[in-house]
């Protein structure tokens, strides 16, 4: 499979990433989402030879990309092409009991959204594809011709946040009855179609939050992040730091109670007068960044993002 354009995505606060995870430069270092190695290329050059790398991704151009970019890396580096929710047992294969560092940088790449065959972006047509694994069976298209009108409604409200939800799913409903819809181009129409010229003068693209939506359901994106958070978090060293950058807020809420929840000690119903669960908490010394005025100026797209980082105790 050839790149269709060259793999280029801007790292979003990647100072502040690199300074969090790497203590050790002869640690071992996991990047969940390598995407084109911006990250990885950064902690790799803090590494030592003796330190190990490892980056994982679901996406065929991004592990091409990434191990271009990676081959002339001093540390050893390990590639391997899986979705972060089989992190365990990657971990497991590669014969590493624990990390010194475990990195995400969650949602969608500069990459894939520039690249019009993806069919990710809302600004230029291509395919109702969407998928991050170009393997996997389900695409965008099937989700919206094949889904119900109250189930498309479902999925807009909820990973979109999008008020116009009902109408939206009413709206491609009765435009797939005349044909299949199979481009973006198709479906951004129908969006624009549904939502009143009044709403649509202020805030983002009227299609945004829908194409966010059904690529959110398209890639299983929230429903594996609590489960892959305790995962990382068991095969953290003690000492060992986990990063999660996300880009809106439903992410952000999933990693934010998670970290919340294994940071506490305790967690008996509060009328019991003596702890009978025995759970102890097993992170500490939670951080939280955001992107500084100048990497704004930079990196429009980076305006959403927040970094999150704790400490395994």
């Excluded at 109408?167 to 199979?182: G, M, N, S, W």
């Excluded at 009227?206 to 958070?229: C, G, H, W, Y």
Aim: aromatic letters at 6%; proline letters at 4%; one cysteine or more.
């Amino acid at each position: 499979m050839g790149i269709a354009v060259e793999f280029v995505h801007k790292s979003v606060l990647l100072k502040e990433s690199i300074d969090w995870i790497v203590q050790d430069p002869c640690g071992i270092y996991v990047d969940c989402t390598l995407g084109g190695a911006g990250h990885s290329h950064a902690i790799a050059e803090r590494l030592e030879p003796a330190g190990l790398l490892v980056g994982i991704d679901q996406d065929e151009d991004a592990i091409a990309a990434a191990s271009q970019r990676l081959k002339d890396v001093s540390c050893r580096v390990r590639i391997v092409h899986d979705n972060f929710r089989n992190l365990g047992s990657i971990l497991d294969g590669l014969g590493i009991a624990a990390a010194d560092g475990i990195f995400f940088d969650l949602g969608v790449s500069s990459y894939q959204l520039d690249t019009p065959e993806r069919g990710f972006s809302y600004m230029q047509d291509g395919p109702l594809d969407m998928r991050m694994d170009q393997e996997a069976k389900r695409t965008a298209a099937d989700i919206v011709n094949g889904y119900s009108e109250e189930a498309l409604a479902d999925v807009i409200y909820k990973y979109g946040e999008e008020r116009w939800s009902r109408r939206i799913a009413q709206f491609i409903v009765k435009a797939r009855r005349e044909k299949p819809l199979t481009r973006t181009g198709e479906l951004v129409a129908v969006i624009k179609a549904a939502i009143p010229k009044g709403a649509r003068q202020d805030g983002p693209h009227p299609a945004k939050r829908t194409f966010q939506a059904i690529r959110i359901e398209v890639n299983d994106e929230l429903k594996i992040l609590d489960s892959t958070m305790e995962t990382a978090v068991a095969h953290l060293k003690k000492g060992g730091r986990i990063g999660v950058i996300t880009f809106h807020s439903l992410e952000d809420r999933i990693i934010k109670q998670c970290f919340k929840r294994m940071a506490r000690g305790c967690i008996c119903p509060p009328e019991l007068p003596v702890c009978v669960c025995g759970h102890v908490p097993e992170l500490k010394k939670q951080k939280e960044f955001v992107p500084s005025a100048e990497e704004l100026s930079d990196n429009p797209r980076a305006r959403s993002a927040r970094l999150r980082g704790a400490e395994k105790i």
